[in-house]
């Protein structure tokens, strides 16, 4: 029975040691934006101009 408990204790302890020691990478504050630059170059434009936010129209 002592041997058990000594088993699970071990078991336990390694398992608690790698589910901390585990971290996951968060993104920056403006998670999802991208700059204009990157996004011309994903679309192919010649000029970042209007995908700055002060370039775009206000929908409304």
């Given amino acids: 029975m002592l041997k058990l408990r000594k088993n699970y204790l071990i078991i336990g302890l390694t398992t608690l040691m790698f589910m901390t020691s585990c971290y ?34 206000k929908n409304k």
């Fill in 24 to 57: 996951t990478l968060g993104t920056a504050g403006n998670s999802g934006k991208v700059p204009p630059g990157q996004a011309k170059k994903r679309v192919g434009a010649k000029s970042a101009r209007s995908f700055a936010p002060g370039q775009q129209k």
